[in-house]
């Protein structure tokens, strides 16, 4: 069996991105997302995911660069977003929260997201 495809959101408002906390000894900051069902794209996982984490309708923008393994199964690609529909409610996560560009550090992040966080900052 392949790689399993995992897509994260940076859905972005003005200067500022979107991150949810996953609590636990192995948490920290992530984009919200999950995993790409068969039959499904990216994108189309992407707008399904933030709909079931966060109860947002999103519009999927340009992706973030390459992919990023996760484990020798999962591969993370992030994509850039923006809110069309709904203020994001907490449902999976212990915390979220909108992120300056200078308040990126990447050391708070899981560390598959890390890389996205570091272009995304030189983009906000």
Same mark, same amino acid.
């Given at each position: 069996?392949?790689?399993?495809?995992?897509?994260?959101?940076?859905?972005?408002?003005?200067?500022?991105?979107? %991150? @949810?906390?996953? +609590?636990? +000894?192995?948490?920290?900051?992530?984009?919200?997302?999950?995993?790409?069902?068969?039959?499904?794209?990216?994108?189309? %996982? @992407?707008?399904?995911? !933030?709909?079931?984490?966060?109860?947002?309708?999103?519009?999927?923008?340009? $992706? !973030?660069?390459?992919?990023?393994?996760?484990?020798?199964?999962?591969?993370?690609?992030?994509?850039?977003?923006?809110?069309? @529909?709904?203020? +994001?409610?907490?449902?999976?996560? $212990?915390?979220?929260?909108?992120?300056?560009? %200078?308040?990126?550090?990447?050391?708070?992040? !899981?560390?598959?997201?890390? +890389?996205?966080?570091?272009?995304?900052?030189?983009? !906000?």
């Amino acid at each position: 069996m392949g790689v399993q495809i995992v897509v994260g959101v940076a859905v972005v408002r003005g200067d500022r991105v979107l %991150a @949810a906390y996953r +609590p636990g +000894p192995e948490g920290g900051w992530e984009f919200p997302g999950g995993k790409v069902e068969p039959g499904e794209s990216e994108p189309e %996982a @992407a707008v399904r995911e !933030l709909h079931e984490e966060l109860g947002i309708e999103v519009e999927i923008g340009t $992706s !973030l660069g390459p992919g990023v393994d996760i484990s020798d199964k999962y591969r993370l690609h992030v994509y850039r977003a923006s809110i069309v @529909a709904g203020e +994001p409610v907490r449902t999976e996560h $212990s915390e979220l929260r909108w992120f300056t560009a %200078a308040e990126l550090v990447e050391e708070d992040w !899981l560390v598959p997201d890390r +890389p996205f966080v570091r272009l995304l900052r030189n983009k !906000l």
